[in-house]
């Protein structure tokens, strides 16, 4: 069964700084991860897909890493700004069976960026 | 311009009751889902529909049935309402993997708050 982990909970940091978000599921056999951005009361936007042949994804200010062999990615967010606060979600879809993108979900990680 | 709508966007209602939401998306995506967010914000998969045809149904009630008329709409049907039933439901959409050029990206509609009484 596919667990995904998001690392840290909840993140503040003051208006400037780089960050790192971390994810990471238990069983590599994924066909891409999918990162997101959900706004309080809001929908989920979504921000970058990386397929599985793939290392990376760029995205303005945001940058996304997969390392599928370790079962791990990281979205990197430069020079945040007060607007970037929200919950950010990762999840992975499964390679084998047929289950049709089904995506398995962390619990994501909540930022808040302070001016 | 809404890629992928639903109604009503708040839904409160007695227990016992009988309730629809509803999900359109016009991507030509054909490949339509239903997420439950329960209160510690935890997105699970409930059901999914490729052209109209059913191909998950996670461990869901039988009270919750699922109807796609055609491939832009996914409806979500749910009867005898509980009070657990309360959270917030997403419909998404994707074209299908192992389709040249596409990629299985989802994309989320704006989520149903439905409150059980």
């Known amino acids: 069964k596919q667990e995904v982990t998001q690392i840290p909970a909840a993140l503040s940091v003051p208006e400037g700084e780089n960050l790192v978000l971390n994810c990471s599921f238990t069983?590599?056999?994924?066909?891409?991860l999918q990162w997101f951005r959900q706004d309080p009361g809001k929908g989920l936007t979504s921000l970058l897909l990386?397929?599985?042949?793939?290392r990376e994804q760029t995205s303005g200010r945001l940058n996304a890493s997969l390392d599928k062999s370790s079962g791990r990615s990281t979205l990197y967010i430069a020079a945040s700004q007060p607007g970037d606060s929200a919950t950010y979600l990762c999840a992975v879809s499964k390679d084998r069976g047929s289950t049709l993108g089904r995506l398995y979900f962390g619990r994501g990680t909540q930022l808040t960026v302070w001016p | 311009d809404t890629a992928v709508s639903q109604t009503p966007k708040y839904l409160v209602t007695q227990m016992g009751n009988d309730k629809s939401i509803k999900c359109e998306q016009n991507l030509g995506h054909d490949t339509m889902y239903w997420y439950k967010q329960d209160s510690k914000k935890f997105l699970k998969i409930m059901f999914s529909y490729n052209n109209k045809e059913l191909i998950i149904n996670e461990t869901v009630p039988n009270r919750f049935s699922p109807k796609s008329p055609d491939k832009a709409h996914l409806n979500l049907h749910i009867n005898s309402l509980e009070l657990g039933d309360s959270a917030v439901y997403f419909c998404?959409?994707?074209?299908?993997?192992?389709?040249?050029?596409?990629?299985?990206?989802?994309?989320f509609g704006p989520g149903t708050r439905l409150t059980v009484l």
């Open positions: 990386i397929q599985s042949s793939q």
């Open positions: 069983d590599s056999a994924i066909y891409n």
């Open positions: 998404a959409s994707s074209l299908a993997r192992g389709t040249i050029g596409t990629y299985n990206e989802q994309f």
